[in-house]
């Protein structure tokens, strides 16, 4: 079936950089864009920018411009998505999602939980 | 950017009774080239991702029980339970895939009166 899997959780200081892993399973990885949404601590849910595993395109949230990139393995189906310059507000639940042709992330991984404190 | 406002924040119903979640965007998410509608419904539970309920505005995602529907066009959209049960306590949110960045509601939290 198809499956996202992402990589553990993980505690950085404010400054150092993260990067997030999300394997594909059980379809063409290089056929569907891979979106990246995150979840601070009991609020909603923000987009933060899409890859494609087939040329490398990345559209990315104004908001996080300059600090985040996405990348793709199409060797490993793995989609990657490195934030730097963390700061404790980056504190969340980070998610990847394949985009399905009719506008809706299906499915999700199952969240990494990225903490930033001193 | 497209504001997706979603009403109310939170609603409380008996179960059987109907639940009723309203999604506003700024600006209309049609498609014209293809007529879709770019809105999509997610369910989110506790410690869970979130999972597509609803997309196209009014399409139900493959087992998605028939309780759940999703209607309205142009700016105005409404997720509708007709008959809750227990397990649609959830936070559902309205998101936008006409452009980017693609915006979510802020979410509206379902619980059982």
């Known amino acids: 079936q198809v499956q996202l899997v992402q990589s553990g959780a993980e505690v950085k200081k404010p400054g150092a950089s993260v990067k997030v892993s999300c394997k594909a399973s059980?379809?063409?990885?290089?056929?569907?864009?891979i979106s990246w949404v995150r979840q601070a601590p009991g609020q909603g849910l923000e987009w933060m920018g899409w890859?494609?595993?087939?040329?490398?395109?990345?559209n990315y949230a104004q908001k996080f411009q300059g600090r985040v990139t996405m990348t793709p393995d199409t060797s490993t189906s793995t989609a990657y998505m490195e934030l730097r310059s963390l700061r404790t507000d980056d504190t969340a639940v980070y998610y990847c999602?394949?985009?399905?042709?009719?506008?809706?992330?299906?499915?999700w991984g199952q969240g990494t939980l990225v903490t930033v404190s001193s | 950017d497209i504001v997706m406002t979603q009403s109310p924040d939170s609603l409380a119903v008996s179960l059987g009774e109907r639940a009723t979640i309203n999604c506003k965007s700024s600006?209309?998410?049609?498609?014209?080239?293809?007529?879709?509608?770019?809105l999509t419904w997610y369910q989110q539970k506790p410690g869970q991702p979130p999972k597509v309920v609803i997309y196209?505005?009014?399409t139900r995602e493959t087992g998605v029980p028939d309780r759940f529907s999703g209607s309205g066009s142009g700016t105005d959209f409404t997720l509708t339970i007709s008959s809750l049960q227990a397990e649609d306590v959830a936070v559902y949110y309205c998101?936008?895939?006409?452009?980017?960045?693609?915006?979510f509601g802020q979410g509206t939290k379902v619980e059982i009166k």
């Open positions: 999602a394949r985009d399905m042709h009719y506008g809706a992330g299906s499915p």
């Open positions: 059980g379809y063409t990885f290089s056929s569907y864009d």
């Open positions: 890859i494609s595993p087939s040329n490398g395109n990345t």
């Open positions: 600006q209309s998410v049609l498609y014209s080239s293809n007529n879709k509608t770019y």
């Open positions: 196209w505005a009014s």
């Open positions: 998101q936008q895939y006409y452009t980017t960045p693609r915006t």
